[in-house]
């Protein structure tokens, strides 16, 4: 048992970046499935649109 605990160790210290790519992907699926909304319940869409307002009067 011991050996395998050495084996998984090297083989996690071999492949990080692998190991990088599915967390990455798993957070797109994680986020995919939380509700569109931040924590104060406004939808992104309305913050971009409220970024954009305010990017379009300061260059008007």
Do not use: F
């Amino acid at each position: 048992m011991a050996v395998e605990g050495q084996r998984d160790a090297k083989n996690a210290a071999l492949i990080p970046s692998i190991r990088t790519l599915v967390d990455s992907k798993l957070r797109v699926i994680s986020t995919v499935d939380r509700p569109p909304w931040n924590s104060i319940g406004v939808p992104p869409s309305k913050l971009l649109l409220k970024g954009c307002r305010k990017y379009s009067s300061i260059h008007e």
